[in-house]
């Protein structure tokens, strides 16, 4: 079986389809994930079985897992985030070229957790904003998959110019990113 992505909404005749760049740059971007696995504890886990052959991440044109921030779209934060890496977490996302996304994958990214402690991060949008959040201790491969999914409805329905809006901006530079 051949999997082929539809095509965007256009307007179709004899010959010839018409859009909007908009709908083809986010149909591009949608099926070409490039994600930045972070991973600290069980979490991680989870994701090395979504990444293998049974549930294979692949199908969703997102198999090139980078580990240069540079080369990467998509950061999975996935495990306890103690304070002190909250730094690192942190400039790995400012290294990360826009447009970027973000997934907390699990509860300890999303919230600390079940460690409600002092030395935990109670959430990694304490220190960077997220777009998809991953429920679950851990979550199951299906679940990452399926937070995957919800980022490719963000990527694909994403105007391109959204990072030079003033609102765009605003939610950086209240985390104190410029
Ligand atoms: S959410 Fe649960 S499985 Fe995931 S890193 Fe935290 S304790 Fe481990």
């Known amino acids: 079986m051949v999997n082929t992505?539809?095509?965007?909404?256009?307007?179709?005749?004899?010959?010839?389809?018409?859009?909007?760049?908009?709908?083809?740059?986010?149909?591009?971007?949608?099926?070409?994930i490039w994600p930045l696995p972070f991973a600290t504890s069980c979490c991680g886990i989870e994701f090395m079985a979504t990444m293998a052959s049974t549930y294979d991440l692949a199908r969703f044109g997102a198999e090139r897992p980078s580990f240069s921030p540079r080369q990467a779209d998509l950061l999975m934060v996935m495990g306890t985030i103690a304070k002190k890496m909250g730094p690192v977490v942190r400039q790995v996302y400012e290294q990360m070229s826009e447009p970027r996304w973000v997934i907390a994958v699990?509860?300890?990214?999303?919230?600390?957790?079940?460690?409600?402690?002092?030395?935990v991060l109670q959430g990694i949008d304490k220190i960077?904003?997220?777009?998809?959040?991953?429920?679950?201790?851990?979550?199951?491969?299906?679940?990452?998959?399926?937070?995957?999914?919800?980022?490719?409805?963000?990527?694909?329905k994403e105007p391109t110019r959204r990072r030079d809006s003033s609102e765009y901006k605003a939610l950086l530079s209240s985390y104190g990113i410029k």
């Open 5 to 32: 992505a539809e095509a965007p909404e256009g307007v179709e005749g004899p010959g010839f389809f018409a859009t909007s760049l908009d709908k083809v740059v986010g149909l591009a971007r949608k099926h070409s």
């Open 106 to 119: 699990g509860a300890c990214a999303s919230s600390g957790g079940i460690f409600d402690t002092y030395s």
């Open 128 to 156: 960077i904003p997220v777009d998809v959040y991953v429920p679950g201790c851990p979550p199951r491969p299906e679940q990452i998959i399926d937070g995957l999914m919800r980022i490719q409805d963000l990527v694909e």
